[in-house]
């Protein structure tokens, strides 16, 4: 089989991108993607080391700010200097989250709010941010990341779960409501991408060979894999796409 070739998207040269958790993981590929098509990349996360390496790294049109995405307004205070930086923002990644384990019967009132404050709440409030410039500029893509957990919910996953599942949800309430502005706004559904993440906590012999089991494509799923759909629903070839869930989970669901 000969190497795969992969798109480029002329619609996004030099477009202003901007994209939560963008120091590592899926975020940073997603940071590399937007860039290597010539757009302008800014990011944020709370990893200041990771973030300042990768945007020293790309140089120019990328930037990169400490922010906790939990505190609203410093989050939207982010998405104005990185406009004032590299011009109106017309693509938004929603892509930070927090996939900790956890035991249903021990998750405290306080632990439930503050699972939903990174997984569900940075979403709505970047987007609302992110509306009136991409409003002034015609239209804008927001990309919204899901989980097909949203579907399976698997029991050590309650509160991500349900949020990935509110995230669906908002992603077709905001399509309906931003349609007349030309504001698309999707969700995008990974399967389990194998990051350094995985690598370190879950991924063991037993556990991969289970996930296959239950796959059709037996490849692993790469970053890469969930860039290149980002991509496309950013880009305008996906123009007429609007509040559905793009699922890439090798045919796990």
């Not at 996360?45 to 973030?51: F, K, P, R, S, Y």
């Not at 097909?148 to 399509?175: D, F, Q, R, V």
Request: glycine share 8%; proline share 5%.
């Amino acid at each position: 089989m000969a190497s795969p070739a992969f798109a480029t998207y002329p619609s996004l040269k030099d477009r202003t991108v901007f994209i939560t958790g963008g120091a590592s993981g899926i975020g940073a590929t997603f940071v590399q993607a937007f860039h290597d098509q010539g757009a302008k990349a800014a990011f944020v996360d709370l990893d200041e080391t990771a973030g300042q390496a990768l945007a020293g790294k790309l140089g120019q049109n990328a930037w990169f700010r400490r922010c906790d995405v939990t505190d609203a307004e410093a989050l939207q205070v982010a998405i104005d200097e990185a406009a004032k930086a590299l011009g109106p923002i017309t693509v938004l990644i929603n892509n930070v989250a927090n996939d900790t384990r956890q035991d249903p019967a021990k998750v405290t009132a306080e632990v439930w709010r503050k699972g939903l404050a990174v997984n569900l709440d940075p979403a709505f409030i970047a987007s609302t941010a992110v509306y009136p410039m991409m409003k002034a500029a015609g239209g804008g893509s927001i990309v919204n990341l899901s989980s097909i957990n949203a579907i399976l919910a698997p029991g050590e996953l309650p509160t991500y779960s349900a949020a990935k599942g509110a995230i669906n949800a908002l992603s077709k309430s905001l399509a309906r409501a931003w349609g007349v502005d030309r504001i698309r706004v999707n969700a995008l559904s990974p399967g389990w991408v194998i990051t350094p993440r995985q690598l370190e906590l879950w991924l063991t012999p037993q556990a991969e060979a289970d996930w296959e089991k239950l796959t059709a494509l037996k490849d692993r799923i790469l970053p890469e894999d969930i860039a290149r759909a980002a991509l496309f629903l950013a880009s305008d070839d996906s123009r007429m796409m609007t509040g559905q869930n793009l699922i890439v989970d090798a045919g796990r669901t």
